[in-house]
């Protein structure tokens, strides 16, 4: 893999910037290029690890913030902010670099996908985080990986060796994280939770194979921003319209964070899968785990032993898949 971080070199001519694996004077200092391109091979190590990590945070960061908001306001109401928010704080991106060359319309076609998948998805995930159990419907969604090598296989793509394995665990764990259900608990209609959770770990996926079919043509943010303005004009605008975009003074605060770390966690996951996708995909996916162990802490959050051992399944399942896909 060719390093193409610039490295300051001192010779006869004085210092000057160059780009490793270019410069033919490297050729007669072998052991110091060595050293320079193991240090360049461990400080990308470090930024894809970094990058998952700060995804896997601030997504399921985010997960909390909307489980409690959707309490406080309707869950499509919650989606119709963030939303908005994700245009405002993509669209000075997008609109600086213009309309990428090439843009065609089978890639209008595509971000219409994605955008379907994302606000169907979302909307969905919101809805089951209001009436379930964070550590329970998190690493359902969070299945969404494995969803999305089902639409990759129907579309004729062949997956790894073992990804087979991996899916049957995700379906297992999923069986186990819907069991022993506590339907006295005011609020806490697991059922329809975990039904929500499915849903949108499908239709997540759906936009995440869309999102990988547009990745190697347009930039991120020229993925980011039609999916999330075609969603503003389809939920937000006809909810502020009706009226039913309502907001309250204790929710803001919840939304806004939502908003902003669903965008600032695809920005870390992109920076990071730049370095190494393969380490930031199976880090960035434990998402779920981070939301579960917060929210048993803040929450108090309590799951039958049946469920703990659903929700580990699915986690291991998620690692093991993203990791065989990637």
């Not at 186990?176 to 996926?205: H, K, N, P, Q, Y």
């Not at 990988?212 to 004009?233: K, N, Q, T, Y």
Request: hydrophobic share 60%; charged share 15%; proline share 3%.
């Amino acid at each position: 893999m060719l390093c193409l971080r610039a490295l300051l070199h001192r010779d006869q001519d004085g210092p000057s910037l160059v780009l490793d694996g270019v410069r033919q004077s490297d050729a007669r200092r072998p052991a110091s290029r060595t050293a320079a391109c193991g240090a360049c091979d461990r400080l990308t190590a470090v930024i894809a690890i970094l990058g998952g990590l700060a995804a896997a945070v601030m997504w399921g960061s985010s997960a909390l913030c909307t489980s409690r908001s959707t309490r406080m306001i309707a869950p499509v109401a919650v989606l119709g902010w963030v939303l908005l928010i994700g245009v405002v704080i993509s669209a000075p991106f997008a609109l600086s670099t213009g309309v990428p060359e090439g843009f065609d319309r089978e890639h209008a076609a595509w971000l219409l996908v994605v955008a379907v998948g994302n606000t169907a998805g979302l909307l969905c995930a919101y809805s089951s985080l209001r009436f379930g159990k964070v550590g329970v419907v998190a690493p359902i969604i969070s299945a969404q990986g494995a969803a999305a090598a089902m639409f990759a296989l129907l579309a004729g793509e062949q997956l790894a060796a073992g990804a087979g394995i991996a899916i049957a665990a995700i379906v297992v764990g999923v069986v186990l994280a819907g069991m022993a259900r506590s339907s006295d608990e005011e609020g806490r209609r697991e059922g329809l939770a975990v039904t929500f959770a499915l849903v949108a770990a499908g239709f997540i996926g759906l936009g995440l194979y869309a999102m990988g079919r547009l990745g190697e043509d347009l930039p991120v943010a020229w993925i980011v921003f039609p999916s999330r303005l075609i969603g503003m004009l389809v939920l937000t605008l006809p909810l502020a319209l009706v009226g039913r975009l309502r907001m309250t003074r204790a929710a803001l605060p919840l939304v806004v964070a939502s908003g902003v770390l669903e965008v600032l966690g695809l920005v870390a996951f992109n920076l990071g899968a730049r370095e190494g996708i393969a380490i930031t995909a199976v880090i960035s996916s434990q998402f779920a785990a981070f939301a579960a162990v917060t929210a048993y802490f803040l929450f108090r959050e309590r799951l039958a032993w049946v469920q703990v051992t659903g929700v580990v399944v699915i986690a291991l399942g998620v690692a093991v898949l993203t990791g065989l896909q990637v």
